[in-house]
Nanobody, 123 residues
Framework: AVQLVESGGGSVQTGGSLRLSCAVS????????LGWFRQFPGKEREGVAA???????TYVESVKGRFTISKDNTNNTLYLQMNSLKPEDTAMYYC?????????????????WGQGTQVTVSS
């Protein structure tokens, strides 16, 4: 079975940076859309950023200019560089994979999920 394993979460102060990684146990070179999502306590999971096989990206408005999604096809790893972190970014972050060429950031479009990594930003 394909597995996704996140790492890189932690606690930082406002303005700090973190880089999340998501190791995928299958090739991510073609035919997949990869995404980062987050979930606040008591809220639905929301899309943060996504990338398709051609490198096309999309971001939720609240992270534009601060977060960058990228991937390493050689090592089958997805990244989320998070800069200028704010307390409102505090959430559990998940990576997910969609077996499609189409770029999407809707959680219901994604087939496989990691277990999540906690990000906490203190003021």
């Amino acid at each position: 079975a394909v597995q996704l394993v996140e790492s890189g979460g932690g606690s930082v102060q406002t303005g700090g940076s973190l880089r999340l990684s998501c190791a995928v146990s299958t090739s991510i070179r073609r035919g997949v859309c990869l995404g980062w999502f987050r979930q606040f306590p008591g809220k639905e999971r929301e899309g943060v950023a996504a990338m398709d096989s051609d490198g096309g990206t999309t971001y939720v408005e609240s992270v534009k200019g601060r977060f960058t999604i990228s991937k390493d096809n050689t090592n089958n790893t997805l990244y989320l560089q998070m800069n200028s972190l704010k307390p409102e970014d505090t959430a559990m972050y998940y990576c997910a994979l969609r077996s499609s060429y189409t770029l999407s950031m809707r959680p219901t479009d994604f087939d496989l999920w990691g277990q999540g990594t906690q990000v906490t930003v203190s003021s």
